[in-house]
């Protein structure tokens, strides 16, 4: 079983900072009336997490608005969507008009490795780093993808970036 101060080290440092911080963006969304929200993710679970305890990591939101978790605050709040992203992350977000198919793959532009990425419904979400904007795009080089767009969000904890500061161009690869 996990030593006690272990525990409590973790409550301490980890678990009650996170919590209070959380906290207070969750009010904040609430009184900018925003039903779309993004929070900070805990970044700290596999440091706290001992064999004996419960897996911690289960009790905090996660990227994917489905899991209980999200589901959960999202209701005790009032929101209609709670996803988790890091700090200095950006949450992209594509509308997209393919009928129900995804032929969409994310790329790291330089090296076009695949990346991964999640889809529901007619959207594509993918998270990354802030200073990574236009290296990590959507390949729409074939098949039209491109003009299959219906619109973009590019947004950050406690904001979105604004069409001016950030175009369709940045999020995908056409050509």
């Known amino acids: ?17 996170y919590k209070n911080k959380v906290t207070k963006q969750y009010e904040e969304a609430v009184q900018r009336g925003e039903k779309d929200v993004l929070v900070s993710k805990f970044e700290y679970a596999n440091w706290i997490h ?7 990591a289960n009790f905090f939101p996660e990227f994917n608005y489905h899991m209980p978790v999200n589901a959960l605050i999202s209701n005790y709040y009032g929101f209609d969507r709670l996803t988790a992203i890091g700090d200095v992350d950006y949450l992209i977000e594509l509308e997209v008009d393919t009928e129900g198919i995804n032929n969409y793959t994310l790329i790291d532009k330089t090296t076009e490795t695949e990346i991964q990425h999640m889809e ?14 236009g290296k990590y795009v959507l390949d729409c080089r074939e098949n039209g993808l491109a003009d299959k767009i219906l619109d973009f969000k590019v947004k950050y904890i406690g904001g979105e970036l604004s069409k001016e500061e950030v175009s369709i161009n940045d999020l995908i690869i056409s050509e």
Do not use: K, S, T
């Open 1 to 17: 079983m996990a030593d006690f101060h272990q525990v409590h080290y973790g409550q301490i440092n980890y678990i009650i900072p």
């Open 50 to 56: 001992q064999e004996d305890w419960i897996n911690i």
């Open 120 to 133: 529901y419904d007619n959207h594509i979400r993918y998270c990354i780093p802030q200073d990574q904007l």
